[in-house]
């Protein structure tokens, strides 16, 4: 089993583009999250999803939206780049009970 | 809402040694979890150690151990034997139970991480 895979790895966007950060699971878990993490800090969460079809914002969802279609998957889309979105993103899934599995981050550079 | 709070920002320990990460955290709630997560250069998230509310005993996870003391929201990491791999961020996080009938959704609330130094 994979886990949790995220892509891409690293990326550079200039002011004003936009993306989509994949995430994929087969852990076959109902929760789904996307974190950010900004230097030097903790994870602060963007969104989340408790099953397909179901999200809804976290802390900071300003300048991103995410939807879920299947259990497997749960895009992150960046509109409108901004350099303040400059940081690492995280997807973690989980059940109801219990910890968080995370994927292996994306670096995202706005300039 | 819940906060985190890690009044460490680094810390460092010869190898072989004891060191112990310090975490507090704020709640109203009387169900939740607890972990510690460490962060290698890889940035790779790996759960260290996790810890249940209702649980009076203590978690160890071989060299991991942690004093948790649920009236003062204390959360203490202590790392035996410290080894050159064990250098690396450490986060404490809370996760409310999902079931609550809050909003939380079992969302992860962060510290601000403490940095390990391991001097061999």
């Known amino acids: 089993n994979a886990g949790v895979t995220q892509t891409p790895k690293f990326r550079i966007l200039k002011i004003g583009q936009s993306m989509t950060l994949q995430c994929t699971q087969d852990?076959?878990?109902?929760?789904m999250y996307w974190y950010r993490q900004d230097p030097g800090m903790g994870l602060k969460l963007i969104y989340y999803?408790?099953?397909?079809?179901?999200?809804d914002k976290g802390e900071v969802p300003n300048g991103y939206n995410v939807s879920r279609s299947t259990t497997e998957d749960f895009p992150l889309r960046l509109e409108l780049a901004a350099p303040s979105q400059t940081s690492v993103y995280f997807c973690?899934?989980?059940?109801?009970?219990?910890?968080?599995?995370f994927g292996p981050g994306t670096r995202l550079t706005v300039t | 809402a819940q906060t985190v709070t890690q009044s460490q920002p680094e810390m460092s320990v010869q190898e072989a040694e004891t060191v112990t990460l310090s975490c507090t955290y704020d709640?109203?709630?009387?169900?939740?979890?607890l972990f510690w997560y460490k962060q290698p250069p890889s940035r790779q998230m790996i759960l260290v150690i996790r810890?249940?509310?209702?649980?009076?005993q203590n978690a160890t996870e071989n060299r991991f151990s942690v004093n948790f003391q649920k009236a003062a929201k204390s959360f203490s990491l202590k790392i035996s034997d410290s080894q050159l791999g064990d250098a690396a961020m450490y986060f404490c996080?809370?996760?409310?139970?999902?079931?609550?009938?809050?909003?939380?959704?079992?969302?992860?609330?962060f510290g601000q991480g403490t940095i390990l130094t391991v001097h061999p």
């Open positions: 973690a899934t989980g059940q109801n009970f219990g910890e968080q599995y």
């Open positions: 852990m076959n878990h109902n929760y």
């Open positions: 999803s408790v099953g397909a079809g179901i999200t």
């Open positions: 709640t109203s709630e009387s169900d939740y979890y």
């Open positions: 810890q249940e509310a209702y649980k009076q």
């Open positions: 996080a809370y996760r409310s139970e999902p079931n609550a009938g809050g909003t939380s959704y079992g969302k992860l609330t």
